[in-house]
């Protein structure tokens, strides 16, 4: 097993601070008053097994599956996809594949790699809006599959994969006895009265999740995996060599914020409705960037021009304006952050393009 630098979260990690910031990967901070919880509700162990019941319950009825459907960890979406990986690879052979999409989130791309599998590329490309081409999907599919993964809403670019993609998906992995997992960590941006967990797409589908995009809360580094029930005991005999159990404050402040999503989510969807207008109405003026304007989520994905360096972009953005994006061919630009930061934000990203002309 060999484990690889994460590039993404490194560079996050040591990336110099600046006053614009449209390089985070969720909303603006939710205030801990905004969970309920008085300083003598917060203990230091909990009575678990696999899991604490209570939030066990409270996801399963949230996402209308079974109880023991339901996996909790410790350690965000990120680590939930780490544990749906090994779940669903526990026992395969050596050279197993597993198909990852491009671009994606780095982390689901290592993940398998770090457990020694070899990875296939599903491109997602920008001409087609990001959508999966099933064509192409398909011809990836072989006896050898053991995994395939996705991102719904897509990180980076937000676009949505519709339930029946991920159903004809979820049947072609089936023929092969494989899985499909799906980050939907993004899909809590739409905000949908009542969530339709990706999870439904077959019973050989894990969805991972946290409230760490859409809500403000990474700081629990809560998350979960929605699965097949065999899977999620795999999931726990994992856990049982890992870590036993999970933090019991951040499995307490987890359930406290479930059950006060309504007033959490009053506080960030108007924001993030407000600000993807403003970003779909920047790019109308801005005709310097191509980019898929998706119908929900807080990242956009916008294309440069053909003669700018990502990397001389990005920097001049940062020395020049105090302003950071998540560089590259295309940038990664998050909105969701206060509307007055996000307009000088964007309003940067064109001085700085102005600049490098």
């Known amino acids: ?54 939030l066990k319950r409270a996801l399963a009825s949230r996402y209308r599956v079974p109880f023991d459907r339901v996996f909790t960890v410790s350690g965000g979406a ?26 994606t989130y780095e982390p689901l791309l290592r993940i398998p790699q770090a457990l020694g599998c070899r990875v296939r590329r599903l491109d997602r490309r920008f001409s087609e809006g990001y959508a999966v081409d099933l064509d192409r999907f398909a011809g990836l599919v072989t006896r050898r599959t ?12 937000g676009a949505r994969i519709p339930m029946a993609t991920l159903r ?3 049947s072609l992995l089936a023929r092969v006895g494989a899985t499909l997992v799906v980050d939907e960590v993004y899909l809590e941006c739409l905000f949908a009265r009542r969530t339709e967990s990706c999870v439904h797409a077959g019973p050989n589908v894990i969805a991972t999740n946290s409230l760490t995009k859409a809500y403000g809360l990474d ?34 402040m987890t359930l406290a914020a479930l059950r006060h ?7 960030v969807h108007p924001l993030l409705e407000e600000n993807l207008q403003r970003v779909a109405e920047y790019l109308q003026r801005e005709r310097r960037l191509s980019a898929f304007v998706p119908e929900g989520g807080n990242v956009l994905f916008p294309r440069l021009p053909p003669d700018v360096d990502g990397d001389r972009l990005v920097e001049r953005l940062r020395r020049r304006y105090d302003t950071l994006v998540v560089p ?29 002309a």
């Open 168 to 170: 004809r998906m979820a």
């Open 1 to 54: 097993m060999t484990f690889p630098e994460v590039e993404y979260l490194r560079w996050a990690k040591e990336r110099p601070p600046a006053r614009i910031n449209l390089a985070r990967s969720g909303v603006e901070l939710c205030p801990p008053r905004a969970l309920g919880l008085r300083g003598s509700d917060l203990v230091t162990t909990l009575p678990v097994r696999d899991g604490y019941a209570p």
């Open 261 to 267: 999503l309504p007033a959490i989510r009053r506080r």
């Open 146 to 157: 053991g995994l395939a993964i996705v991102s719904n809403l897509h990180n980076p670019s």
């Open 78 to 103: 990120g680590f939930a996809t780490w544990f749906a990986c090994a779940a669903a690879l526990n026992g395969c052979p050596r050279g197993t594949e597993v198909i990852v999409e491009r671009p």
């Open 219 to 252: 700081g629990l580094r809560a998350g979960w995996l929605l699965g097949p029930a065999r899977l999620m005991r795999e999931a726990a005999k994992i856990q049982d060599l890992m870590a036993n159990n999970g933090v019991a404050p951040g499995e307490q």
């Open 328 to 356: 590259g061919r295309h940038i990664r630009v998050s909105f969701g952050v206060a509307p007055r930061v996000l307009s000088r934000g964007l309003a940067n990203i064109s001085r700085a393009l102005d600049d490098l």
